[in-house]
T-cell receptor
Framework: SQKIEQNSEALNIQEGKTATLTCNYT??????LQWYRQDPGRGPVFLLLIRENEKEKRKERLKVTFDTTLKQSLFHITASQPADSATYLC????????????FGKGTHLIIQP | DAGVIQSPRHEVTEMGQEVTLRCKPISGHDYLFWYRQTMMRGLELLIYFNNNVPIDDSGMPEDRFSAKMPNASFSTLKIQPSEPRDSAVYFC???FGTGYGYTFGSGTRLTVV
């Protein structure tokens, strides 16, 4: 069955450092993968989408990589700030033409001042 | 645009009662998704619509759940009868289509007692 794995434990990073979050998936052949941010009590917010033919994508301090051989995506936040503290969700599309995204359970990131 | 609008924000109901959750997607978005989020299971896709037509309802847990989209600007998710295990946060999201990010509403926190 299809499975998405993200670090279940909280990730503590010191302010100013680079935070790296991992998303591994199995039994998927996604054409693209999305990353979202979710704050407590709010809905997820779309951050980035990376397609299977793209190795890397950047947006301001965010960088996403996508390795279809390893079945893995890495999400980096450089020069991290306490305001970056949130839960980050990855969502590979399920492939086969299906449109509804399946989300990982997310990694809780804490940036400590 | 005001974003995806969901109502009510909170709903407390007694077991056995009917519950109706409402969603107004972003104008121009062709896709509408209903998700449920719990700590144990994360975000689960319940059903999605394309141009007001239900495409995939395989995530709807039971016949007690039903969803409609009578026009491009309104959708409902109904639970009848409700049970305590239905307690969760229900999110509605809309999108331009495959390969685009989703815009989520603020969610409806449902508590069934």
């Amino acid at each position: 069955s299809q499975k998405i794995e993200q670090n279940s434990e909280a990730l503590n990073i010191q302010e100013g450092k680079t935070a790296t979050l991992t998303c591994n998936y199995t039994n998927y052949s996604p054409a693209y993968l999305q990353w979202y941010r979710q704050d407590p009590g709010r809905g997820p917010v779309f951050l980035l989408l990376i397609r299977e033919n793209e190795k890397e994508k950047r947006k301001e301090r965010l960088k996403v990589t996508f390795d279809t051989t390893l079945k893995q995506s890495l999400f980096h936040i450089t020069a991290s700030q306490p305001a970056d503290s949130a839960t980050y969700l990855c969502a590979p599309n399920s492939g086969g033409g299906a449109d509804g995204l399946t989300f990982g359970k997310g990694t809780h990131l804490i940036i400590q001042p | 645009d005001a974003g995806v609008i969901q109502s009510p924000r909170h709903e407390v109901t007694e077991m056995g009662q009917e519950v109706t959750l409402r969603c107004k997607p972003i104008s121009g978005h062709d896709y509408l998704f209903w998700y449920r989020q719990t700590m144990m299971r994360g975000l689960e896709l319940l059903i999605y619509f394309n141009n007001n037509v239900p495409i995939d309802d395989s995530g709807m847990p039971e016949d007690r759940f039903s969803a409609k989209m009578p026009n491009a600007s309104f959708s409902t998710l109904k639970i009848q009868p409700s049970e305590p295990r239905d307690s969760a946060v229900y999110f509605c999201a809309s999108s331009f289509g495959t390969g685009y990010g989703y815009t989520f509403g603020s969610g409806t926190r449902l508590t069934v007692v």
